[in-house]
């Protein structure tokens, strides 16, 4: 049984930074892909990044340059570093599992693609 367990939100002011981490288990990494969604109130949700096991990344335009996908293998987990933060960042943060490496190619995430999701947390970020 797959499951991904978000931790490292909380609330920040405008400029300041925090560290998602997803921790993994029961899912297998080799040649797959995992990544970080979010959503705010009466938006739906969206791709954030992305990061297959071999090291390709996506990412959403409106995070490029702030924010940094990684993976520790080892640990079976997963990290978004978010930089420069912006009260636009503020929502319930994602991260997600998919069954094929096809969901790490191409320039934008498809939700459709990533099959298993975490309980998601927080991150509200003020003027």
């Known amino acids: 049984q797959v499951q991904l367990v978000e931790s490292g939100g909380g609330s920040v002011q405008s400029g300041g930074s925090l560290r998602l981490s997803c921790a993994a288990s029961?899912?297998?990494?080799?040649?797959?892909?995992m990544g970080w969604f979010r959503q705010a109130p009466g938006k739906e949700r969206e791709g954030v990044a992305a990061?297959?096991?071999?090291?390709?990344?996506i990412y959403a335009d409106s995070v490029k340059g702030r924010f940094t996908i990684s993976q520790d293998n080892a640990k079976n987990t997963l990290y978004l570093e978010m930089n420069s933060l912006k009260p636009e960042d503020t929502a319930m943060y994602y991260c997600?599992?998919?069954?094929?490496?096809?969901?790490?190619?191409?320039?934008?995430?498809?939700?459709?693609?990533?099959?298993?999701w975490g309980q998601g947390t927080q991150v509200t970020v003020s003027s």
């Open positions: 029961g899912y297998t990494y080799n040649n797959n892909c």
């Open positions: 990061i297959a096991n071999h090291g390709s990344t």
């Open positions: 997600a599992a998919a069954l094929s490496p096809s969901a790490c190619v191409g320039s934008t995430l498809d939700r459709i693609l990533f099959v298993y």
